[in-house]
């Protein structure tokens, strides 16, 4: 029963989110050299999941934290996952970016946040009223699984735009599992 629930707040969230967003990323992605994602704990897990989408999709993307990710520069975009805007090390990783000269693009709950305020791009899914009374979906889970499920829907409309065949995608999926 409770996952009724789950699926009608999340289509509220995706509803209310801004449909030209995905054009938006997109471009960014598009015009970036290399793309860098990155996000804390549950949204951590996010930024993984859609740098792995990325990759298949074609893209020079990295996950921030890794052993093999390379130092970031102009040209690159970095990509933060916060529903706060306001996660320490996701503020100190933006402020080294922008240092950097990288382009930065953050999903968030909320427009305006430290982060928020750094970034070229935000993205805010949904509206922050939706976060205020959420019941049966604890400690951010709204934010996360929305967020999840715009980044998938945008590497969706990649696919589509660029006409990328599965087959090819498939072609760049690990192979040492």
């Given amino acids: 029963m409770h996952h009724k629930t789950i699926i009608e707040k999340i289509s509220g969230v995706l509803e209310a989110t801004d449909p030209t967003y995905d054009e938006k990323l997109t471009q960014m992605l598009d015009e970036a050299s290399r793309i860098f994602v990155a996000g804390a704990g549950r949204s ?6 859609f740098a792995m ?18 130092s970031i520069r102009k040209g690159d975009l970095f990509i933060v996952i916060s529903g706060s805007g306001e996660t ?5 990783f933006t402020k080294r970016a ?8 953050l999903l968030s709950t909320k427009r305006s946040s430290t982060i928020g305020d750094m970034a070229d791009f935000v993205c805010q899914i949904g509206t922050a009223e939706q976060y205020s009374k959420v019941v049966g979906m604890p400690m951010g889970t709204t934010f996360e ?33």
């Avoid at 951590?44 to 999941?49: D, N, P, T």
């Avoid at 074609?58 to 934290?65: E, M, Q, S």
């Avoid at 967020?147 to 590497?155: C, G, H, Q, R």
Wanted: net charge negative.
């Fill in 53 to 70: 989408r990325l990759m298949h999709g074609g893209y020079d993307a990295y996950v921030v934290g890794e052993i093999v990710t390379p």
């Fill in 88 to 92: 320490e090390t996701m503020i100190a």
């Fill in 145 to 177: 699984l929305s967020a999840l499920i715009f980044l998938e829907a945008t590497i969706a409309h990649i696919i589509h735009e660029k006409g990328i065949p599965e087959e090819e995608m498939r072609t760049r999926h690990a192979n040492l599992e």
């Fill in 98 to 105: 922008k240092e950097q000269g990288a382009k930065i693009a």
């Fill in 44 to 49: 951590g897990l996010v930024a993984r999941f």
